[in-house]
T-cell receptor
């Protein structure tokens, strides 16, 4: 039974570029949440997807967008990258919104 | 404003010793409180989850306590091991749709 997987593991981009991060939830989970974790900080909630719709959103600009597919996998897209977008991006999945979230290993994004 | 504060910010202990990490929260409405362990550069891993009616929960050498009246939680680690070196994050769920509020974590270093 695979846990939460994310790809790629590491990524280097330059300012102004666009990036897409991918997440496959734990088997049987239908809810996916995305978090941004800056170095030395706790994760900050970006948004949550359920039934292919964005259910709720944190305080992130519209440059951050996402998508959930029928197989429950999800993508996080960030447009017009800024240096401050450099962080570890975590995906977490759960069975419905009220169960424990299981985190993936994260994608480390570096924006130069 | 929903906040989770953890103390100490960092801690160094000798292998085999016990330690206690603290978490204070001002999250309302309160749904549950979780402690996660996060190794450097990896995703958080759930240690315990407690609801309003639970005041203690154990997971091996980890014991979490919750005082919902004072809005405080602690994580006690017994007979520490080198592998316990990690960041420990307190996360409080604020109501429905699993709106999570993360603390900034306590960085624990277990020294031989």
């Amino acid at each position: 039974d695979a846990g939460v997987t994310q790809s790629p593991t590491h990524l280097i981009k330059t300012r102004g570029q666009q990036v897409t991060l991918r997440c496959s939830p734990k088997s049987g989970h239908d809810t996916v949440s995305w978090y941004q974790q800056a170095l030395g900080q706790g994760p900050q909630f970006i948004f949550q997807y359920y039934e292919e719709e964005e259910r709720q959103r944190g305080n992130f600009p519209d440059r951050f967008s996402g998508h959930q597919f029928p197989n429950y996998s999800s993508e996080l897209n960030v447009n017009a990258l800024l240096l401050g977008d450099s962080a570890l991006y975590l995906c977490a999945s759960s069975l419905t919104a009220v169960e424990t979230q299981y985190f993936g290993p994260g994608t480390r994004l570096l924006v130069l | 404003k929903n906040q989770v504060e953890q103390s100490p910010q960092s801690l160094i202990i000798l292998e085999g010793k016990n330690c206690t990490l603290q978490c204070n929260y001002t999250v309302s409405p309160f749904s549950n409180l979780r402690w996660y362990k996060q190794d450097t550069g990896r995703g958080p891993v759930s240690l315990t989850i407690m609801t309003f009616s639970e005041n203690t929960k154990s997971n091996g050498r980890y014991t979490a306590t919750l005082d919902a009246d004072t809005k405080q939680s602690s994580l006690h680690i017994t007979a520490s091991q080198l592998s316990d070196s990690a960041s420990y994050i307190c996360v409080v769920s604020a109501g429905g749709f699993q709106k999570l509020v993360f603390g900034t974590g306590t960085r624990l270093l277990v020294s031989p």
